[in-house]
């Protein structure tokens, strides 16, 4: 497929929510999901949004900066969402964000959040060209500037490292 008849999807068309009881089988010492637990949820969560926008599996390429705001108790609900906030030539940006819910109210607080890199994959385990993204509101206007903007500099950065490799 060329690059001038991809497919075009919006970021909502790839929007992702997961929820789970938090079960002390999941816990670290000090009673809390431990942090690799809610990595693995976000890593799922993600790989479904970027499967929704390109149509295809999608492998976990990169994660930048896990943020853990809070902590999450055991017996809490937990949700995940994640959506595409950006669409290279077989690459997508997407942001996953977890929070905690309140049973009373249903209020949710943030307590994790990460940008993660997927690469659409062919049954060859190749990668593909995935749709190119359309945001439709000012929001998504600005994290798909945002997300661009993190695109160049890992680039940036991935050069950089392949020049300190080879000197």
Known sequence: MSDESRPVRRPADSLSRM?????????????????????????????VAAARHS??????????EIVFDAPVPVGSIVVSESVVNYAGRTSMEVETNVYVEDRATGRRTRCVSAFMTFVAMNDERRPVVVPELQPETPEEERRYREARHRRQERLRRRAGRREGAEG
Request: aromatic share 0%; charged share 15%; hydrophobic share 55%.
């Open 19 to 47: 929820s789970v009881l938090v079960e002390p089988a999941d816990a670290n010492v000090l009673g809390n999901m431990a942090g690799g637990k809610v990595v693995h949820l976000m890593d799922i969560n993600a790989a």
């Open 55 to 64: 149509g295809r599996i999608a492998a976990t390429a990169q994660m930048d």
